[in-house]
């Protein structure tokens, strides 16, 4: 067990709908990024937060935005779905916001688009 | 942004077998790192190796890094059943980006 609580764990719904993924970090961590897992693009980061600010971006679509509230959890929303957003989702936290050093991977929120 | 690149992609080995991977880079790093994957499941750290280490090792693990190369290798010695799985490298482009490389789907036969 990481520590990294992610939910919903699936997650079904129709294109263009909109969901929200939670992820509670590990007590402690201050860094939380985003990670989406498909089948034909690999692990793609998307974004990172560190203590309620964004740090970093990476292959985040406009579709899609996230947060990191006071309490350090954070969402990710993905709005206007596409076929092509169905894929594993994952959160990772961190101690440091600054040195990329060991991340603690969630479980994943898998999302199917139909 | 950079990413690793496993090579080989697929490898199944008997058990007891060593299981060697390699990952390749493209921009300076400040570290790199190995994960593994259980099917499905959340990705797991198993080791960093930084710019300037050559050498790492973490039980039956061992990590190279040749900067000037840019390349790592992972070395799993005395493979078991329960080391099946897929195993990425990530590289730390400095920017608070850990890119990850398409993985390694290891086998090990019983």
């Known amino acids: 067990d990481s520590g990294v609580t992610q939910t919903p764990k699936h997650l079904i719904t129709a294109t263009g709908q909109r969901v929200t993924l939670r992820c509670s970090p590990r007590?402690?961590?201050?860094?939380v990024y985003w990670y989406q897992q498909s089948l034909d693009q690999g692990l793609q980061f998307l974004i990172q937060?560190?203590?309620?600010?964004?740090?970093a971006k990476g292959n985040i679509l406009e579709r899609f935005s996230a947060q990191q509230f006071p309490d350090l959890h954070s969402e990710l929303n993905l709005s206007s779905l596409e076929l092509g957003d169905s894929a594993l989702y994952f959160c990772a936290s961190s101690v440091s916001g600054f040195d990329t050093g060991e991340l603690f991977f969630g479980e994943g929120s898998r999302l199917t688009v139909l | 942004s950079q990413q690793g690149e496993e090579d080989p992609q697929a490898l199944s080995i008997q058990e007891g077998e060593n299981a060697t991977m390699n990952c390749s880079y493209k921009t300076s790093i400040n570290n790199l790192q190995w994960y593994r994957q259980n099917s499905g499941r959340g990705l797991v750290h198993l080791i960093l190796?930084?710019?300037?280490?050559r050498e790492k090792h973490s039980g039956r693990l061992r990590v190279t890094l040749d900067t000037s190369k840019k390349s790592s290798s992972l070395l799993i010695t005395a493979s078991r059943a329960a080391d099946t799985a897929s195993y990425f490298c990530?590289?730390?482009?400095?920017?608070?980006?850990?890119?990850f490389g398409k993985g390694n789907q290891v086998v090990v036969i019983p």
């Open positions: 937060y560190y203590n309620g600010e964004e740090r």
């Open positions: 990530a590289t730390d482009d400095g920017n608070n980006r850990l890119a």
């Open positions: 007590s402690g961590d201050l860094s």
């Open positions: 190796i930084r710019s300037n280490e």
